[in-house]
C-alpha cells in the first residue's frame, strides 16, 4: 500500500480557491489511480473527483467546474485546484489510492485501498 499525506486545507472565505495537495510514499505512486473524498459533520463521506493513471478525471456533479484534479507522477503527488468554495464545501478532505487497471477512473470508496488522515477545509459565507 501506499502512504498518503495531505495538505493545503484552511479557512477561506466563499468565492475563494485553496489547493490540496496529497503527498505519496513509495515508488509505486504511478501505478494507482487516485481520488478526493470529502466528510461534513453528519454526513456520510462522498466522492469529489478521481484521476486514472492515464490521466483521465472524473469529478461530482457538485464541484465540476469548480475543481480540478491533477497529479505530478515525478512528485508522487496529487492536487485538488477548488475555485468559487462555497459553504456547503465545508468538509474533511480526504486523499486515496486506489490500485487499478490503467483507464479507470474510480469513484465509489470501496475502490480505494490506502486513506490519507484528511485535511479541514472550511468555507465562510
Known amino acids: 500500500q501506499v502512504q498518503l499525506v495531505e495538505s493545503g486545507g484552511g479557512l477561506v472565505q466563499a468565492g475563494d480557491s485553496l489547493r490540496l495537495s496529497c503527498a505519496a510514499s513509495?515508488?509505486?505512486?504511478?501505478?494507482?489511480?487516485m481520488g478526493w473524498f470529502r466528510q461534513a459533520p453528519g454526513k456520510e463521506r462522498e466522492f469529489v473527483a478521481t484521476?486514472?493513471?492515464?490521466?483521465?478525471?472524473a469529478a461530482a456533479d457538485s464541484v465540476k467546474g469548480r475543481f480540478t484534479i491533477s497529479r505530478d507522477n515525478a512528485k508522487n503527488t496529487v492536487y485538488l485546484q477548488m475555485n468559487s468554495l462555497k459553504p456547503e464545501d465545508t468538509a474533511v478532505y480526504y486523499c486515496?489510492?486506489?490500485?487499478?487497471?490503467?483507464?479507470?477512473?474510480?469513484?465509489?470508496?470501496?475502490?480505494?485501498?490506502?486513506w490519507g488522515q484528511g485535511t479541514q477545509v472550511t468555507v465562510s459565507s
Open positions: 513509495g515508488r509505486t505512486f504511478s501505478t494507482y489511480a
Open positions: 484521476i486514472s493513471i492515464s490521466g483521465s478525471t
Open positions: 486515496a489510492a486506489a490500485g487499478t487497471t490503467y483507464y479507470s477512473v474510480p469513484t465509489a470508496s470501496r475502490a480505494f485501498g490506502s
